[in-house]
């Protein structure tokens, strides 16, 4: 049987609910009529999603009365950018796009931040929805209002913090995504459980197909999406325990941009990045010992990789002290007290050699 979940995030000045159930998007046009009473839908979305889902989505809000304008983006992270954020507005303004209108961010995680970023400047800020197509969308990136696009300097450096009016999740749509993007989005699964839940963490390491996995994935997204909620609810603009979901990232990131976010996908990196740190946390006796074998075993089903890729060293200290998550002269880090645990640090940049352990320092 289809399973359906909600949730509801309240934070001090919104409150908005996430659905989450397979087959959702068949009725899509009717949900968002019980939520928005003007005519015309925005919908930002990129080619790859637009050619599988774009007519789904479209009879389904004209169904039900609404005028529906659509900016296509090209996929990938590049899109993430000014050029794009500039086309993604103008092309919106050209439609007639006043303030009581209604976007919809209808894709992954580049979408859902490049989309909400835009819903978050145009007219000083219109309704948005996000409609998040892969599993890392669906887990992380749809819920809790972080929308941004990346700089020359780094990621998602330019943004906002800009909540949806509401998360609509269908997991059919996973069905469609490629081996690694679905990988990708379980990295992000990973971390939540190692960050946060122990028995997510041991659930996840007991499947041993991919079926047994998609058996279960309505209620591992709400898992997820339960774990982000409440984080996000305590920490909304990420100065506390919000922090926490950044385990892997201060690492990833820099690889990313060391790669030219061409050569691994943010879920990749963040994959090399938890490994990477808590090899060394675990040496310097602040991450229960045992805790990193399992956490390779967990990423090793997932065709990710374990290794941090050689780089200059030099620049990748750059790159990841440019990280914007980093506070004034320290380096806030997230490390593993144990599975299921997670630890925000405050770290001076001259000792962070020692967690980083790049290559083959620290070791
Ligand atoms: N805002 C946040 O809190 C937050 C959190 C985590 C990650 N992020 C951001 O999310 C981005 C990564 O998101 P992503 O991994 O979803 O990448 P993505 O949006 O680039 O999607 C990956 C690929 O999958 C395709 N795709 C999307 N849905 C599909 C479907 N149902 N079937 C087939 N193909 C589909 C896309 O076209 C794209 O080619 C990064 O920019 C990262 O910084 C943001």
Do not use: W
């Not at 000014?82 to 439609?95: A, G, S, Y």
């Not at 996000?130 to 990621?155: E, F, H, M, W, Y």
């Not at 892997?248 to 943010?266: C, D, N, R, S």
């Amino acid at each position: 049987m289809k399973k359906a979940h909600s949730i509801v995030v309240n934070l001090p000045e919104k409150q908005y609910p996430i659905y989450i159930e397979s087959g959702l998007i068949q009725n899509i046009g009717s949900e968002i009529k019980k939520i928005y009473v003007n005519k015309k839908v925005f919908i930002i979305t990129d080619h790859n999603v637009e050619s599988l889902y774009g007519c789904k989505i479209e009879d389904s809000l004209r169904k039900e009365g609404f005028v529906v304008k659509k900016v296509i983006i090209e996929p990938g992270e590049k899109s993430k950018s000014f050029e794009t954020l500039m086309e993604v507005c103008e092309e919106i303004l050209e439609f007639g796009l006043a303030r009581g209108d209604l976007m919809i961010a209808f894709g992954g995680g580049v979408v859902g931040d490049l989309g909400g970023f835009a819903a978050s400047i145009l007219l000083r800020g219109i309704a948005f929805i996000q409609i998040p197509t892969t599993l890392l969308a669906q887990i992380d990136s749809s819920v809790g209002g972080k929308v941004a696009i990346n700089s020359r300097n780094g990621k998602n450096l330019i943004g906002s913090f800009y909540q949806p009016e509401a998360v609509f999740i269908d997991p059919d749509f996973l069905n469609t995504l490629s081996e690694r993007v679905f990988n990708d989005g379980m990295a992000e699964v990973i971390k939540c459980a190692a960050i946060k839940d122990e028995k997510l963490f041991y659930e996840l390491l007991a499947y041993d197909t991919k079926e047994a996995l998609m058996n279960n994935i309505g209620q591992l997204i709400y898992t997820c999406c339960n774990i982000k909620k409440n984080v996000v609810e305590v920490d909304e603009k990420d100065i506390g325990e919000r922090m926490l979901l950044n385990f892997g990232h201060t690492i990833g990131h820099a690889v990313e941009k060391m790669f030219h976010y061409e050569t691994y996908t943010h879920g990749e990196a963040v994959a090399m990045g938890m490994i990477a740190i808590t090899k060394n946390s675990e040496i310097l006796g602040i991450t229960e010992k045992g805790s990193l074998k399992l956490l390779i075993e967990l990423i090793s089903k997932y065709n990710l990789q374990i290794e941090l890729p050689y780089m200059d060293e030099d620049e990748f200290f750059k790159a990841l002290l440019l990280d914007k998550k980093n506070i004034n002269e320290n380096m806030n880090l997230i490390l593993l007290k144990k599975i299921g645990c997670g630890v925000i640090q405050k770290i001076n940049p001259v000792h962070m050699n020692k967690y980083v352990g790049l290559n083959k320092e620290g070791e």
